[in-house]
């Protein structure tokens, strides 16, 4: 099944989807995200039809923004897009960093859009102020418009009328959790940023987070994690404690780019935690998930000639 993918966007579980959902109850009613991206896994949940409700939040506001224009405005969204894509400009590298830096000083959302679409690999970075850093990708222009015009259409057809977007802390979210809820939780991995993710405006402290994981313990709450793993040999990030006594799941991610160029044959290995009351649910035991040799996973879109553009006036 092909899945709508407006942006790119690093980290995104959007390859990893239909494995992860292998573990997301069946009679899941709502699917909260808290740490949510690109709501990749709420998108692959919501086209196989495995959730009735949806709860997005990220803690970056455009972010959340950009998601909630995506599900409810389309239409304008993706004439945005198309005027900025489309319009003509003396020199396109020029005009990449003027969004960024109308951006930062705006924090419109709609130009977002345009630089998660633009930006090296789909690689989002912020820089100790919370301004978005990242560089243009010299090789492609982005996503084509009649292509994210369906990417928007798709995702507002699978979210539309059954989704809330809000931009709150996580520790606010938690709190407020339904018993039928269903959470999946994919936060900055402490090792490989400490206590900071260039992702975020801020990262989450280990301690902080095992605690928050321990009252949902308390509360019976059905919860995944992806949080830590590994690449050959060496470990990224400290493993979730044993006292939570979560179930944990393996998975196979294919090999890294880096390792590619090197002409390593290294494995990167993602970890998915399990709480107690879903893994007893789903009577789920320690599990390794691997990958033939010959997959995969696809990270970047074919590229797009490099061309130019300029910004076009704001949706209302």
């Excluded at 304008?76 to 396109?92: I, N, Q």
Aim: glycine letters at 6%; a positive charge.
């Amino acid at each position: 099944m092909s899945l709508p993918q407006p942006f790119q966007y690093q980290g995104s579980k959007r390859t990893l989807a239909p494995l992860i959902l292998q573990y997301l109850p069946i009679s899941t009613t709502r699917l909260v995200e808290p740490f949510c991206g690109s709501a990749a896994l709420s998108i692959a949940t919501a086209a196989r039809g495995r959730a009735k409700e949806f709860w997005l939040n990220d803690f970056n506001k455009p972010l959340a923004e950009l998601l909630a224009l995506m599900i409810n405005s389309p239409r304008e969204l993706a004439k945005f897009y198309a005027e900025l894509w489309h319009g003509d400009h003396a020199d396109a590298l020029e005009h990449y960093y003027q969004v960024r830096e109308e951006f930062n000083r705006t924090q419109d959302a709609q130009l977002l859009l345009y630089l998660l679409a633009r930006c090296v690999k789909g690689a989002v970075r912020y820089n100790g102020e919370g301004l978005f850093n990242q560089s243009p990708d010299k090789r492609r222009l982005g996503t084509q418009p009649e292509t994210m015009q369906a990417n928007l259409n798709a995702v507002s057809a699978l979210l539309r009328g059954k989704t809330i977007v809000t931009s709150l802390s996580y520790e606010n979210v938690l709190a407020n959790l339904r018993a039928d809820d269903a959470v999946y939780m994919d936060p900055p991995y402490q090792g490989v940023c400490g206590e900071r993710d260039s992702r975020y405006f801020a990262g989450i402290a280990f301690d902080d987070f095992v605690a928050q994981l321990a009252v949902l313990n308390l509360k019976n709450v059905r919860y995944l994690v992806s949080y830590d793993g590994r690449l050959g040999s060496r470990s990224y990030g400290k493993p979730l404690p044993a006292k939570l006594h979560l179930t944990l799941v393996e998975i196979e991610a294919g090999r890294s780019s880096q390792a590619t160029l090197l002409g390593r044959d290294e494995m990167t290995v993602e970890s998915l935690y399990l709480s107690p009351a879903l893994a007893e649910e789903l009577e789920v035991v320690p599990t390794m998930h691997r990958r033939r040799r010959n997959e995969q996973m696809q990270m970047m879109e074919k590229p797009v000639p490099y061309g130019k553009a300029k910004i076009p006036k704001r949706v209302p």
